[in-house]
């Protein structure tokens, strides 16, 4: 069941920052195409997804926010990564605002992975 519930995760996690790095595109070159139906629907989707694997994963592990200190640090990065994606997507009004939350949420998302595989909040000091 591990297994499984890691593989859902995991092909979330992609399918999450794929259709981000798509949406994030059209927001700046191509906002028309953010008010098709299918494009408001589907991220609340795959992130409920992602989210709930995550839950399952951290209960199966028994690995929990604000007991293990890497989890602590990839949730509170998940809402750096939210804020600025709604940014991108949907807050910001002016381009070079927008590329920079982009970027934001890009460097959120790699630390989120980072310390994921690292299970350290510090992972740039893990040897």
């Not at 989210?51 to 602590?72: E, G």
């Not at 970027?103 to 909040?121: E, K, M, Q, T």
Request: with cysteine; aromatic share 14%.
């Amino acid at each position: 069941m591990y297994l499984a519930i890691k593989h859902i995760h995991l092909t979330s996690i992609v399918l999450s920052l794929g259709f981000f790095l798509i949406r994030g595109v059209w927001a700046l070159y191509y906002p028309a195409q953010l008010e098709k139906r299918w494009v408001k629907i589907l991220p609340h989707v795959i992130d409920t997804v992602l989210l709930a694997s995550a839950i399952t994963l951290a209960v199966l592990l028994r690995q929990y926010p604000f007991i293990d200190h890497w989890l602590t640090a990839k949730v509170i990065a998940l809402f750096a990564y939210i804020g600025f994606g709604t940014m991108v997507i949907k807050r910001a009004r002016s381009k070079p605002v927008k590329l920079m939350a982009f970027a934001a949420a890009l460097v959120c998302f790699a630390y989120i992975v980072l310390v994921a595989i690292n299970h350290s909040a510090t992972p740039w000091l893990t040897t």
